[in-house]
């Protein structure tokens, strides 16, 4: 019988992970499923243990990080952080001191939401930042990395921003501009990258890999 494993979710309230943690609580491939988060999910499962913590901290929790499997799903707006610096801090720096501490106690592979145009170089500061993002995680010693790059993502969110719904409209009222060429423009739901995480960390992949948003819609259709 195949052993059960330990997951730890970050990011368990956003688009994203609200839906990865219903697959990973459901599913049968993790007895245990730990949250980190600033605020009480108002969730019960016998799988579950939430812990409420400061991100500022992280090194207190250390504990928490010798799991299995590691997904993170955080990422926040220039609106809601403030200021660059502040965003940098959630989007960047969390993640790595993360990926940094469940390395360290062990932790099999570590999965990440990025964006579809990450680069290290690019001139666009949220693109650059992401870029840094996966330069940095991708330096962290895992059996398996595996950074998801979706185009704008669609669901609902508790606050409302502007350029995502008319992105949706845009999509919703021509969706025959997003074939060929421009089909990895495509938005995606969050509940399918969250499909997808969840049904990557299952093949037990080596190495680094990345999943452009045609091949995370792919996935998360599979059988």
Not at 4 to 31: R, W
Not at 43 to 56: A, G, M, Q, R
Not at 180 to 201: D, E
């Amino acid at each position: 019988m195949q052993k059960k494993k330990t997951a730890l979710i970050a990011g368990a309230s956003g688009l994203v992970g609200t839906e990865l943690l219903h697959y990973l609580l459901e599913g049968q491939e993790y007895d245990q499923v730990i949250a980190i988060v600033r605020s009480p999910l108002n969730l019960k499962h016998t799988k579950l243990e939430e812990k409420i913590i400061s991100f500022d901290d992280l090194d207190t929790y250390k504990d928490r990080f010798a799991v299995d499997d590691v997904y993170c799903c955080l990422g926040t707006t220039i609106k809601k952080a403030k200021t660059k610096e502040s965003m940098y801090k959630i989007d960047v720096e969390y993640p790595v001191q993360m990926a940094k501490l469940a390395s360290e106690n062990g932790a099999n592979q570590f999965l990440i939401v990025s964006s579809m145009n990450a680069n290290p170089h690019s001139s666009i500061w949220y693109a650059k930042m992401k870029g840094e993002l996966e330069e940095k995680i991708s330096k962290v010693p895992f059996e398996s990395i595996s950074i998801m790059r979706p185009s704008l993502l669609l669901g609902e969110r508790d606050e409302f921003r502007f350029g995502e719904k008319a992105g949706e409209l845009v999509f919703t009222i021509f969706p025959f501009l997003f074939i060929g060429p421009l089909k990895k423009y495509k938005a995606i739901q969050g509940r399918t990258v969250a499909l997808a995480m969840y049904k990557i960390a299952q093949m037990n992949k080596k190495g680094i890999s990345i999943y452009p948003s045609e091949q995370i819609e792919q996935i998360a259709a599979s059988r």
